[in-house]
């Protein structure tokens, strides 16, 4: 993926232009930042048990605080990513701590309130946030090498370098003795509390990490599209990254970057066949509906949990797990045809 800018590679159909070109590259690249937010709400759900309808307002506070940092605070932009990280955990820990005194519907209600309520105050507070215009990032404290079309290269190497840190950051927590005491919560709360552990903590302390990876990637987003608007920050758009986590497979590490690069994909290259000749030729029972992207993206997502319901990644792992129980199987028969020759052939003798 590093190499991939210097390289010239063309996939029609599926990239605008070859792989060198800032087309490409920028589009590679917002599919590696919505890459890195469905892995930080897979780390909730997948390893937490925590279905949040909320997690967009913690991308939408790494978007924000950066360009305010930006705008209003006038601190360089490594500070500036430093105070929107900051900012987007400080706020999980609030409204985590709250949220977690309910499980299940209630909590996703509660998350589902407070996005609300960020999405409101980003809307209403013009001054600040740029209300329904939204928020442009100020580019004269920012590198000249992270502006411009022309160094959209450096902001692709930037955004590989941010799904790399999240990727590493959920393998550590995955691994690790806090991601092994999130998975035995999820699954039996009860036990732990027998334990003399802390659900609370535990879960608490996953949400804020979820939730800095989160800001991560909305400050990355920051940067490559030179802006922010307030659906960053909208309960909508935390579905939108629940539906790339189920499409990938929850619960995979992997098949939440996949998720996040196929929806990418279909989303923006859908909307290119939508306005296509060839779909405006076609009658107006097969030509409205194939017009909308989002129609096409839904009628997928329902194929998706019909027939494969663990996701893609869920589906592929079930098979190899069916191919190796097969062959445990096999060499299990072997043996005991093996045990059964010599059985006979000692009976022989």
């Known amino acids: 993926m590093a190499l991939l800018p210097m390289l010239n ?17 920028a589009l590679l690249s917002l599919c590696m930042v919505f890459a890195a937010l469905a892995l930080s709400y897979n780390l909730l759900l997948g390893s937490g048990g925590m279905l949040s309808f909320g997690h967009a307002l913690y991308f939408g506070a790494g978007a924000y605080g950066l360009g ?3 705008e ?16 987007g955990m400080v706020i999980a820990l609030v409204t985590g701590a709250v949220s977690m005194r309910v499980s299940g519907i209630p909590f996703a209600m509660v998350t ?25 990032l100020n580019t004269e404290l920012v590198p ?5 079309v022309v ?18 950051v959920t393998l550590w927590v ?14 039996n709360e009860q036990r732990v509390r027998v334990l003399g552990l802390s659900p609370y903590r535990v879960r608490l302390l996953i949400f804020v990490i979820a939730a800095g990876l989160a800001s991560l990637a909305g400050v990355a987003y920051m940067l490559l599209q030179s802006g922010t608007v307030p659906r960053a920050v909208s309960a909508d758009f935390t579905i939108t990254v629940l539906v790339m986590v189920v499409l990938g497979g929850v619960g995979f590490r992997w098949g939440a970057i996949l998720g996040g690069v196929l929806y990418t994909l279909l989303d923006q290259r859908l909307t290119v066949l939508a306005g296509s000749d060839a779909i405006a030729s076609l009658p107006d029972v097969l030509r409205v509906p194939l017009s909308e992207p989002l129609f096409i993206l839904g009628a997928l997502f329902i194929l998706v949990v019909m027939f494969l319901p663990g996701g893609i990644a869920g589906t592929v792992d079930a098979a190899v797990r ?13 043996l005991d045809d093996a045990d059964d020759e010599l059985e006979t052939s000692a009976q022989v003798r």
């Open 144 to 148: 000249d090498f992270l502006i411009g």
């Open 9 to 25: 590679l063309s996939l029609p159909g599926i990239l605008p232009t070859p792989t060198y070109l800032p087309g490409t590259l």
């Open 322 to 334: 069916r191919r190796k129980g097969d062959r445990v199987r096999d060499s299990l028969h072997r």
């Open 112 to 136: 589902l309130a407070f996005a609300q309520a960020g999405s409101v105050l980003v809307r209403r507070n013009s001054q600040i946030t740029g209300g329904e215009e939204g928020l442009s």
């Open 72 to 87: 209003h605070f006038g601190v360089p932009l490594w500070p500036g990513i430093f105070i929107a990280l900051i900012g």
């Open 151 to 168: 160094n959209t290269r450096n902001l692709y190497w930037f955004t590989l370098a941010v799904l790399v840190v999240v990727y590493l």
């Open 174 to 187: 995955d691994t690790s003795r806090l991601g092994h005491l999130a998975r035995a919560t999820r699954e």
């Open 68 to 70: 305010v940092a930006l």
